[in-house]
T-cell receptor
Framework: QKEVEQNSGPLSVPEGAIASLNCTYSDRGSQSFFWYRQYSGKSPELIMSIYSNGDKEDGRFTAQLNKASQYVSLLIRDSQPSDSATYLCAALRQAGTALIFGKGTTLSVSS | GAGVSQSPSNKVTEKGKDVELRCDPISGHTALYWYRQSLGQGLEFLIYFQGNSAPDKSGLPSDRFSAERTGGSVSTLTIQRTQQEDSAVYLC???????????FGAGTRLSVL
């Protein structure tokens, strides 16, 4: 079983809409979760980190964590064409060393 | 430097040759990580350094892969007797301390012909 699962997409939304990206994880001991954005041919760039149950907002981005359901999500409000990228969900292993990544969800925002 | 620096950015090699990939972490970051990103496989953890020691090597796919870190700074990932399945982008990340946010370099794209 893959430790972090994401829908590969593509997820297509019109400009200005809300994009919702979802992720589940299997390691109940994981305490830290991250969303990275990766443009084609570029390295992953950190968007959000979340450590506690609930919501965490940063500008147009909101991360949500539900440890009971082992579920992490990322909402992008007022989506822009520049948001078109692959979004990687990652969980920090309980041992606290490696990040375990999902395969990523490709988001396409059309103008 | 301002960010994690990796070299070379691209490497083409013949099957059976050895290659060395270099990572220069963000200044002051004690933890350093190597990942591999293959088509269809996502990002896979290879090895983690705390200072010069590697407490977690669990992701290294075979004994052809090794890595070292010297002076608590630069790290080198070595792949011996490269195989075509080694073709991937090798990414290095560093963090201030273990469990902190990891920042990635631009990666080395390795192509084994």
């Amino acid at each position: 079983q893959k430790e972090v699962e994401q829908n590969s997409g593509p997820l297509s939304v019109p400009e200005g809409a809300i994009a919702s990206l979802n992720c589940t994880y299997s390691d109940r001991g994981s305490q830290s979760f991250f969303w990275y954005r990766q443009y084609s041919g570029k390295s992953p760039e950190l968007i959000m980190s979340i450590y506690s149950n609930g919501d965490k907002e940063d500008g147009r981005f909101t991360a949500q964590l539900n440890k009971a359901s082992q579920y992490v999500s990322l909402l992008i409000r007022d989506s822009q064409p520049s948001d078109s990228a692959t979004y990687l969900c990652a969980a920090l292993r309980q041992a606290g060393t490696a990040l375990i990544f999902g395969k990523g969800t490709t988001l396409s925002v059309s103008s | 430097g301002a960010g994690v620096s990796q070299s070379p950015s691209n490497k083409v090699t013949e099957k059976g040759k050895d290659v060395e990939l270099r990572c220069d972490p963000i200044s002051g970051h004690t933890a350093l990580y190597w990942y591999r990103q293959s088509l269809g496989q996502g990002l896979e953890f290879l090895i983690y350094f705390q200072g010069n020691s590697a407490p977690d090597k669990s992701g290294l796919p075979s004994d052809r892969f090794s890595a070292e870190r010297t002076g608590g700074s630069v790290s080198t990932l070595t792949i011996q007797r490269t195989q075509q399945e080694d073709s991937a982008v090798y990414l290095c990340a560093s963090s201030l301390e273990v469990k902190n946010i990891q920042y990635f370099g631009a990666g080395t794209r390795l192509s084994v012909l």
